[in-house]
């Protein structure tokens, strides 16, 4: 009988590499990556185009995407579509990124034969029909109007503007307005553009059989055979107008009873070597539920419910951002208690408990990623999609693996205190 009553033994992270993937050339030199590591008889699909929100002229549209790709295509209504996909057991996800779209379906290895020659005619024909589009555009407008008069958003809004600059296609507000001046020709006119005249990269993961490898080539034949007189949209990254000090912007919110504020810092990219220790030192400002800046500025001063601080990497600029909500009278000591975690983790040592509770945060975020396949393939597709490193997951894990506190002081004094930022708060100004 198992011993019930003694607890395993815990031990530290050894090694932890994330598996290699299949490379294969498919029709229309159609690159297919292919993860075969799954014990149930379930797949992952994923299409990833290298264009997105920020390539195009208008976004909008390219936003409603989520919604209005699988609204029917050629000989099936949208509601055809949904009840082939549900019918057999799959579902599909639709994630426009700035400079990526990526098309995710899941299913059913039995069924595979149904599902992923409909998701190529979803993808070739799609038919935006427009009395749906007026429908949907009606609900993701209403919802615009909603989320722009919250303090948070609106604070992101004004710091993305400050950090890029007005006209830069990253710090792009897409209104309700705009939303609601979408016609079926803007529809068609962005898909073909961006979409039908590239090529996509192909992730498939599971418990991969070889009936359904073949299914995905003729998914990758449909797609390549298909022709369009569109202009070609590209990937377009545009240089920033990053700040030179620490600049602060304000928008009033009249009548708001909490204000928004984003910290952010624009910072070194991800293939610079220091890269991951800083955002070893990130973590440990903000990265976690027991981070500094949480157990000062939510259990201790109790002014926020909560507060973050994380790597934001773009492929025009990568920045650390550390936002949160607070009541308007405590903006002023929310900045100043930020500013002063930031001094602290630049001037003095971390102990070694904290090292190993941050080092024990980032290794079981590693190993989650290891949990199944479609996480595995999830991961794999955010490094293409976000343009980071190939060798992100291994330099992750070997620089958690030997940071030690004199590295997150250095980092944190060189990319951290006393450098250009942006502080952006949107609420009502206190007294």
């Known amino acids: ?252 919110i009249p009548g708001s009873l909490q204000t928004g504020i984003i910290y952010q810092i624009p910072t070194i990219n991800p293939d610079h070597p220091d890269y991951e220790a800083l955002r070893f030192a990130v973590v440990t400002l903000g990265g976690y539920f027991g981070s500094r800046l949480m157990s000062n500025i939510r259990e201790d001063k109790g002014y926020t419910y909560g507060i973050r601080a994380a790597m934001v990497p773009e492929p025009e600029l990568t920045a650390i951002s550390i936002s949160c909500e607070c009541d308007n009278a405590y903006t002023p000591a929310v900045i100043g208690e930020i500013k002063k975690e930031i001094d602290r983790l630049a001037t003095e040592l971390i102990s070694s408990e904290e090292m190993e509770i941050v080092r024990n945060i980032i290794f079981s975020g590693l190993a989650g990623v290891l949990d199944s396949p479609f996480y595995i393939s999830n991961f794999r597709e955010q490094i293409i999609a976000g343009s980071l490193p190939p060798e992100t997951y291994a330099r992750r894990f070997a620089e958690a693996l030997k940071m030690t506190p004199q590295r997150i002081q250095q980092v944190a004094a060189k990319y951290l205190r006393d450098v250009p930022a942006v502080v952006a708060l949107a609420g009502t100004k206190p007294g």
């Open 1 to 252: 009988m198992p011993d019930r009553l003694t607890p395993p033994a815990i031990t530290d992270f050894t090694s932890l590499t994330l598996p290699t993937f299949t490379d294969t050339r498919l029709h229309g030199d159609i690159q297919l990556y292919i993860l075969d590591s799954g014990e149930e008889p379930v797949s992952r699909l994923t299409l990833l185009w290298p264009v997105g929100q920020a390539d195009v002229d208008n976004p909008a549209p390219f936003m409603l995407l989520t919604y209005m790709l699988s609204e029917g295509c050629e000989g099936l209504s949208g509601k055809e579509v949904s009840d082939i996909l549900e019918s057999n057991g799959a579902w599909l996800k639709v994630t426009p990124y700035p400079h990526a779209l990526l098309v995710t379906l899941h299913f059913l290895n039995d069924t595979a034969d149904k599902v992923i020659p409909l998701l190529g005619k979803i993808i070739t024909t799609p038919t935006f029909p427009a009395e749906t589009l007026e429908s949907i555009k009606k609900k993701c407008a209403a919802e615009k109007e909603v989320l722009a008069r919250r303090t948070a958003y609106r604070a992101n809004i004004i710091a993305r503007q400050a950090l890029f600059g007005n006209d830069h296609p990253q710090a792009t507000d897409i209104t309700s307005e705009m939303i609601n001046n979408i016609s079926r020709d803007d529809m068609v006119k962005v898909y073909s553009s961006a979409v039908l005249t590239n090529r996509p990269i192909i992730f498939l993961s599971g418990k991969i059989e070889q009936s359904i490898i073949e299914s995905v080539k003729g998914l990758a034949s449909q797609i390549a055979s298909y022709e369009t007189t569109a202009h070609q949209v590209r990937r377009r990254l545009v240089t920033p107008l990053a700040p030179t000090d620490i600049v602060e912007v304000y928008e009033e």
